[in-house]
């Protein structure tokens, strides 16, 4: 039997088949034909288990003692299917500031607005700096993009905002295209399923990312399914969603481009299955691990606990500004810098 391997480590995933359980006061991760893991628990923040994990009772408790999250994933990563946390007790304030501000829909425009403009300010970065590398497609987005940004200001619903957004989006997928080199092809971005290598690897990204958000959402003690921008749905962490739109374009699509035009990672390393893409699986844990060190390199951790922040301090503005201007039907004009002074 080999000496098993101990990592001291925030986050972890484990790839099934195996079995996740505590040997000799130290939490294990046992599979077939490969190494034995052990992790020390107290530097732990989430785990992550993809397929057929089975986690035992101590193991669960060993978990909850210290704080760790764990979350279940499908084989191929793009869905969650569950998570464990443990109780927060010094949750209740700030839920309750998150409910009274996100009950008032002028408050929650203008969150939501802070939200798709800093995502759009994303955009316009990578286009800047694809432009520099002598990409013309990412210097034509540019006015358009910093139209949209303007717009924003203007937004009077929900809707119309996400409209917005939705076009912005639209613009950058269209330079996004053009810095994807040949075997690579992007039609445009497609969801469920994604129906090429490229959308299954934004859309894998992606839910990595949106784990991590709502782990740091839960950790805060805030009410993950409460969002601005999108609207509360069964089973999906709505505030997470919110959290990562600042952050799609520097922690996921910058990556996808770098990773497949170093060639790090080549077409034929998916799977067609019907109209869908997915990672074969002998390749899943190399571009996972490549991901993790563009997340870590990049400081996305930072910059998604920093976004956090932002909301938190937004809500309490919001909420002593609201006391004041609670006018059925009107949008106050908030006085500018009132979420990032």
């Known amino acids: 039997m080999p000496t098993p391997t101990t990592l001291a ?3 972890v995933h484990l790839v099934g088949p195996g079995k996740l359980h505590v040997a000799s006061g130290q939490l294990a991760f046992t599979a077939p034909d490969r190494q034995p893991l052990r992790f020390d628990a107290q530097t732990l923040r989430s785990v992550f288990c993809y397929g057929q994990v089975s986690v035992s009772g101590d193991a669960i408790e060993l978990l909850l003692h210290h704080r760790v999250e764990l979350c279940w994933m499908t084989q191929a990563g793009f869905r969650c ?6 109780d927060h007790s010094d949750s209740t304030s700030i839920r ?9 829909p002028f408050l929650r425009l203008v969150l939501a607005r802070e939200i798709v403009q800093a995502k759009i300010r994303s955009q316009i970065d990578a286009a800047r700096h694809y432009q520099r590398q002598g990409c013309r497609a990412a210097g034509t987005i540019l006015g358009p993009l910093q139209h949209t940004l303007d717009q924003c200001r203007q937004a009077s ?6 409209g917005i957004e939705g076009h912005a989006s639209a613009l950058w997928f269209q330079a996004f295209a053009q810095l994807l080199r040949a075997p690579w092809q992007f039609p445009r971005r497609t969801r469920r399923p994604p129906t090429d290598p490229v959308n299954a690897l934004l859309s894998l990204a992606y839910t990595w990312l949106t784990q991590r958000a709502a782990a740091v959402v839960q950790a805060r003690g805030m009410e993950v399914a409460l969002g601005a921008l999108h609207d509360v749905h069964p089973g999906r962490p709505s505030l997470a969603c919110d959290l990562i739109e600042p952050l799609r374009v520097p922690a996921v699509d910058r990556w996808v481009i770098k990773l497949c035009n170093r060639n790090e990672i080549s077409p034929a390393d998916f799977i067609h299955e019907g109209s869908a893409f997915r990672l074969a699986t002998q390749v899943f844990g190399r571009v996972l691990a490549n991901w993790e060190t563009h997340y870590s390199q990049t400081r ?7 976004r956090l922040e932002d909301i938190v301090n937004g809500l309490r503005r919001l909420a002593e500004h609201g006391i ?8 106050p004009p908030l006085p500018e810098g009132i979420l990032n002074p």
């Open 9 to 11: 480590t925030p986050v």
């Open 81 to 86: 299917h569950g998570r464990l946390v443990g």
């Open 96 to 104: 309750i500031l998150q409910h009274r501000v996100l009950a008032l």
């Open 157 to 162: 619903s929900l809707d119309s905002l996400r």
């Open 300 to 306: 996305q951790d930072q910059a998604l606990q920093a």
């Open 324 to 331: 004041t201007t609670q006018h059925a039907g009107y949008i």
